[in-house]
């Protein structure tokens, strides 16, 4: 990592995370590179907002078509048990 062109609050980061590898800077550069795409990557709770619904909508279209499904199957298998036709 390269120190001069680093702001302070990166190389502020970057020393807790030498300090929490305990002086390995491979680690400490691991953990960096983790704390920085977290802060620009959403967080989960923006995913599951965002993807509730798209995953939902197909479900519930395909639970209403195989309700009616079942239910049309049995209204034709009892109209021809009964002769209703």
């Known amino acids: 990592m390269k120190e001069e062109k680093q702001n302070p609050f990166d190389r502020q980061l970057y020393e807790q995370c030498l300090e929490k590898a305990e002086g390995d800077k491979g680690r400490a550069q691991t953990y960096y590179n983790h704390r920085i795409r977290a802060e620009v990557e959403p967080t989960s709770e923006d995913l ?38």
Do not use: H
């Open 48 to 85: 599951d907002q965002r993807e509730k619904w798209p995953m939902l909508i197909p479900l519930l279209i395909l639970y209403a078509l195989g309700t009616v499904g079942v239910l049309a199957l049995v209204f034709g298998f009892l109209a021809n048990r009964l002769g209703w036709w």
